[in-house]
Nanobody, 126 residues
Framework: QVQLVESGGGLVQAGGSLRLSCAAS????????MAWFRQAPGKAREFVAA???????????DYADSVKGRFTISGNNVKNTVYLQMNSLKPEDTAVYYC????????????????WGQGTQVTVSS
């Protein structure tokens, strides 16, 4: 079993930055692919970014087209924490951001992930 807790959300102006954190506990952190999803009001939950460790300090990463060049996923496998650095934020980035963990490598669907955090709100004003 894995427990995930997100933090770092808040209210920012367009063009600003935030860094989200996801702290994992339970089973071995490096066993899982980790991902960020987001869900805006009235919309389905959508994939944002994913990370899969391939060594002690390196990993594969994948991003949704909507955030490429602006968001960066990273991790610290000693602290069992995954981050999402969000730059050049836009109002359309406003959503609840969820951390997820699963055994499917770099999955992009909700069903690819078995464990979810409670979410953290990100609001970007225009």
């Amino acid at each position: 079993q894995v427990q995930l807790v997100e933090s770092g959300g808040g209210l920012v102006q367009a063009g600003g930055s935030l860094r989200l954190s996801c702290a994992a506990s339970g089973r071995t952190f490096s066993t899982y692919s980790m991902a960020w999803f987001r869900q805006a009001p009235g919309k389905a939950r959508e994939f944002v970014a994913a990370l899969r460790w391939r060594g002690s300090s390196t990993y594969y990463a994948d991003y949704a087209d909507s955030v490429k060049g602006r968001f960066t996923i990273s991790g610290n496998n000693v602290k069992n924490t995954v981050y999402l650095q969000m730059n050049s934020l836009k109002p359309e980035d406003t959503a609840v951001y969820y951390c997820a963990a699963g055994l499917i490598v770099l999955g992009v669907k909700e069903s690819d992930y078995d464990y979810w955090g409670q979410g953290t709100q990100v609001t970007v004003s225009s």
